[in-house]
Every structure is written in C-alpha cells, then in structure tokens.
C-alpha cells in the first residue's frame, strides 16, 4: 500500500547488461511526494522512501543499488 503523500511514481529507465546480473535487470524509479498542507521533512522523506524500498525487497526481491 503506498503512502498517502506519494502522489506519483514512473519507472524512467531500465537496464540490463554489463555490471547487471543476467537474470536480472536495473530499473530506475522517479517518485513524487507531497503534502497538500505543509513541506514535508527530511526525516519524513527518508523514512518513506525507506518503506517503499522495503516493500519492494519483500515483495519482488528487489535490491538497492
């Protein structure tokens, strides 16, 4: 479940090929945060995205580059 204040995302580029293994490929992903009433912080956005890539680990195996 995405977290109310990401407000789009879009995968801009996919990679498969050298220093990428060969059953796998890297995907670059654009995320867009915001909140209606208030900048967000740091330490908010940090979190998010830590979350996100969490999530994307349990459920695909993906990893960070």
Not at 16 to 26: D, P, V, Y
Not at 43 to 64: F, N, P
């Amino acid at each position: 479940v995405a977290p109310p204040s990401l407000i789009h995302w879009e995968i801009f580029d996919v990679y498969t090929g050298k220093g990428i293994a060969e059953q796998q490929k890297s995907v670059a992903i654009s995320l867009i945060l915001q909140e209606p009433s208030r900048t967000l912080e740091d330490t908010e956005i940090t979190r998010i995205v830590g979350e996100l890539v969490a999530s994307l680990q349990d459920k695909t195996g993906a990893t960070l580059r």
